[in-house]
Structure formats: structure tokens, C-alpha cells
T-cell receptor, first 119, second 111 residues
Framework: AQKITQTQPGMFVQEKEAVTLDCTYD???????LFWYKQPSSGEMIFLIY??????QNATEGRYSLNFQKARKSANLVISASQLGDSAMYFC????????????????FGSGTRLLVRP | DADVTQTPRNRITKTGKRIMLECSQT?????MYWYRQDPGLGLQLIYY???????NKGEISDGYSVSRQAQAKFSLSLESAIPNQTALYFC??????????FGPGTRLTVL
């Protein structure tokens, strides 16, 4: 079964508008972390935002916020005021087993959402 | 200057050759990682290190080895390269949780 599901292979958004990229996850581990990364066409990988399973508040980093709904197992990325430079592939990822001695640093990735910002 | 640098940026090599990819960081982070990305997919963890004396295998370590020469340097070696190791390789660093700062990537082609 897919542990990270990104159901939107591609999306368009108008410049200056907000956009939500969906991510649902599946884990039975009570301790986990969720990450969002951006990969422009140039290929580099850019960390955007992180949410821990025990964090009480939704994470925010500048124009990025994470809409964390634990009961629904969703961790959607919200980009406010889209810019042309936001056009990229966006990956949601999960790491299980935070705080455990036997925890690995394996990240489980979704298939990605390609976002295109229109001028 | 970039916080995480990787050399070389591009490399074409032949099957059976030994190749080393190098990573340096100026973030002062203790944790360093090597990931591999195949086209259209996310990252797979090859090795990670918490400090110079702590090296750990990731999910796809077979065919790879690493060396943590100093807190700031983490090298990845392919002892005998094979074509299915053709991929984009990333080095990353963090203080905890997971990789946050990435190098620009090394595009490796094994013929």
C-alpha cells in the first residue's frame, strides 16, 4: 500500500493566487515527521517545511504553510501568493519512528505534483 | 558560497570503474546524508552519518561505500560502477529530523 499519496500529478495556478498541494499518508507509528520539498527543473532539491506528528500547531515558513490534519492523515502544502519561480515539482515525504533508537532516516516519498504558475 | 557543495557536478564513466563523489558543507551540521534520485521518483537513502565515527546504511547501500573524513566532508564511492547506478546523487545535511540542506546534485552516467 502507498504510504504517501499525492493525487495531483499536475496543477496550474495563476500568479499571486494561493494553491494547495495535497498529501495523504499512511502509518501506524505514532511518531513521525512530514516534509515537503521543491525540485525546480534545474534539478536541485529544496527543503520547504516540516511537521512533526506531535506538533500542536501547523508549520509555517514564509509563504508556505502545512495544513496538518492528523485524524485524516493529511499534510497539505499551501503556497500563498504564488510566484513564477514556484513552478516546480513538489514532493511530500514521511519519516517514521522519530525518537526511537532503531529509527532509520529513510524518507518515504510521494510521486510528486508538478506545479505550473501562469503569469 | 553555497552551504553544501558537491563535486563533480556531472560525470560519465564506464562499467567497472571506481568513482568517488565528494560533498562538503559549511553549515556546521553533524548529520550528513547521501541520496539517489532516479528519473521521476523521490529520493532513496544510500548512507547517512551522525558524526565522523558514526556511519549507517540506508535502504540502498549495496554497491556503495562512504567515508566521513571530517565533520564537513562526506564522500560516496561506487567501487565498481554498473549502468543501473546511473542517477542523480544528492548530498544533504541537517541538525536533526531529516535532510534540509542539499547540494546541487551530481548527475552520474554509467555506460
Amino acid at each position: 500500500a502507498q504510504k504517501i499519496t499525492q493525487t495531483q500529478p499536475g496543477m496550474f495556478v495563476q500568479e499571486k493566487e494561493a494553491v494547495t498541494l495535497d498529501c495523504t499518508y499512511d502509518t501506524s507509528d505514532p511518531s513521525y515527521g512530514l516534509f515537503w520539498y521543491k525540485q525546480p527543473s534545474s534539478g536541485e532539491m529544496i527543503f520547504l517545511i516540516y511537521q512533526g506528528s506531535y506538533d500542536q500547531q501547523n508549520a509555517t515558513e514564509g509563504r508556505y504553510s502545512l495544513n496538518f490534519q492528523k485524524a485524516r492523515k493529511s499534510a497539505n502544502l499551501v503556497i500563498s501568493a504564488s510566484q513564477l519561480g514556484d513552478s516546480a515539482m513538489y514532493f511530500c515525504a514521511m519519516r517514521e519512528g522519530f525518537g526511537r533508537m532503531d529509527s532509520s532516516y529513510k524518507l518515504i516519498f510521494g510521486s510528486g505534483t508538478r506545479l505550473l504558475v501562469r503569469p | 558560497d553555497a552551504d553544501v557543495t558537491q563535486t563533480p557536478r556531472n560525470r560519465i564513466t564506464k562499467t567497472g570503474k571506481r568513482i568517488m563523489l565528494e560533498c562538503s558543507q559549511t553549515k556546521g551540521h553533524d548529520r550528513m546524508y547521501w541520496y539517489r534520485q532516479d528519473p521521476g521518483l523521490g529520493l532513496q537513502l544510500i548512507y547517512y552519518s551522525f558524526d565522523v565515527k558514526d556511519i549507517n546504511k540506508g535502504e540502498i547501500s549495496d554497491g556503495y561505500s562512504v567515508s566521513r573524513q571530517a565533520q564537513a566532508k562526506f564522500s560516496l564511492s561506487l567501487e565498481s560502477a554498473i549502468p543501473n547506478q546511473t542517477a542523480l546523487y544528492f548530498c544533504a545535511t541537517s541538525l536533526g529530523t531529516g535532510p534540509k540542506y542539499f547540494g546541487p546534485g551530481t548527475r552520474l552516467t554509467v555506460l
